[in-house]
């Protein structure tokens, strides 16, 4: 038995299922496209070894895999707040449904929690043992207590089942590809910017950030899913921005006459967030390689496209 990030043994993985033998992994995408689209999925249309299932996390899903990437979860501050009971049935029922499915098949499954489990933290950077500052009854609890549900089911399976877990914490993740009006901060401001709009710095425009670069992302979730430990192990860029650093930043890469203004805030809003990363550097052996400066054109670049947006509006 191994040794994990929090002293929690880690069992060895299930037997070999024959899906592990294959030649070629097999992907199958299990979303209610409540805030993804079919779009982002297209390229893989047709493969052989892809395919998509139209469901609902909080029902019961049968199918053979060995490994979860459980994901499933409005993660926007608008969409997760638009239907809170169903936020928290997703994070609660979602997450039991899919550890149910990783017990019955024997498979691995890896959770993505979030930095939101800090709440508004007031030990910075924050590091895994932080166990954080969280309104109970506000705003965003059916997000940051509902993660905070998953992560106990998580452990609670895991020590009352031998089910083999992975817990990341995920810190503000950006990339192409999101959602134009998915409303976090990134895609506001570049689809903001790119629009001719005023960018809607939220009050007081002080509260900091970590933003981490998609691709950098998925190589970590990878390294944990695969990697010795069940953590929970945050991932996320270390780089530290206020809202007002982020919003100059968009302004100097898209269009130098680029105005924001301050718009009100939502309650409980965190007034930092930083990772400390040091246990993905020294047990997985990640950390970020992109930073803001690199990660925020190729985004644009995208936005541009979809927007239908030409460089020499
Ligand atoms: N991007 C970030 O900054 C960040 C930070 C921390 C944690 N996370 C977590 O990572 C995961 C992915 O987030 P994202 O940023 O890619 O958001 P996203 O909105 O792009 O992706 C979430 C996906 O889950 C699907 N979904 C929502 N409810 C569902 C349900 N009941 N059944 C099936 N599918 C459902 C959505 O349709 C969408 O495709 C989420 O669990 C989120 O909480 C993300
Ligand atoms: O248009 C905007 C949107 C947001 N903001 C500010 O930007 C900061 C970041 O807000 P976002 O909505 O992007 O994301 P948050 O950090 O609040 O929450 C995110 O945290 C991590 C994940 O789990 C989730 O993806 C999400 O809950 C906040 O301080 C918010 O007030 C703006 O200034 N303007």
Not at 28 to 42: A, E, H, Y
Not at 47 to 75: G, K, N
Request: aromatic share 8%; with cysteine.
């Amino acid at each position: 038995m191994g040794e994990s990030a929090n002293g929690t043994p880690v069992r060895p993985p299930p037997p070999e299922s024959p899906l592990r033998n294959s030649k070629y992994s097999k992907v199958i995408v299990v979303d209610n496209f409540f805030s993804g689209t079919k779009d982002n999925l297209k390229r893989w249309m047709g493969h052989p070894h892809f395919e998509i299932i139209r469901h609902d996390v909080t029902e019961t899903l049968l199918v053979e895999v060995d490994r979860i990437y459980h994901l499933a979860c409005p993660a926007s501050p608008i969409f997760y707040k638009h239907n809170p009971v169903k936020t928290i049935k997703t994070n609660v029922m979602g997450t039991l449904n899919m550890l149910g499915l990783a017990k019955r098949v024997g498979a691995r499954i890896l959770l993505t929690s979030t930095s939101e489990v800090y709440g508004d933290p007031l030990v910075h950077p924050q590091p895994e043992e932080y166990w954080g500052n969280v309104n109970p009854i506000g705003v965003r609890s059916c997000y940051d207590e509902g993660k905070r549900v998953a992560e106990t089911l998580m452990f609670d399976y895991h020590r009352q089942h031998n089910i083999s877990i992975r817990v990341a914490r995920i810190f503000n993740t950006y990339g192409p590809r999101m959602n134009i009006d998915d409303g976090r901060v990134v895609s506001n401001f570049i689809a903001q910017a790119l629009r001719g709009e005023t960018m809607t710095v939220q009050a007081p425009g002080t509260q900091t950030r970590s933003f981490c670069y998609v691709s950098d992302m998925v190589e970590g979730l990878i390294k944990l899913m695969e990697g010795p430990v069940t953590g929970p192990i945050n991932l996320g860029n270390p780089g530290e921005f206020t809202m007002l650093e982020l919003a100059q930043a968009v302004q100097k890469l898209i269009k130098p006459s680029a105005r924001w203004e301050i718009v009100d805030n939502t309650p409980d809003d965190p007034r930092q967030r930083k990772p400390d990363i040091t246990k993905a550097k020294e047990i997985l052996g990640w950390e970020p390689k992109i930073s803001l400066a690199e990660g925020l054109p190729l985004m644009a670049a995208e936005f541009k496209q979809r927007l239908e947006i030409s460089d020499k509006k």
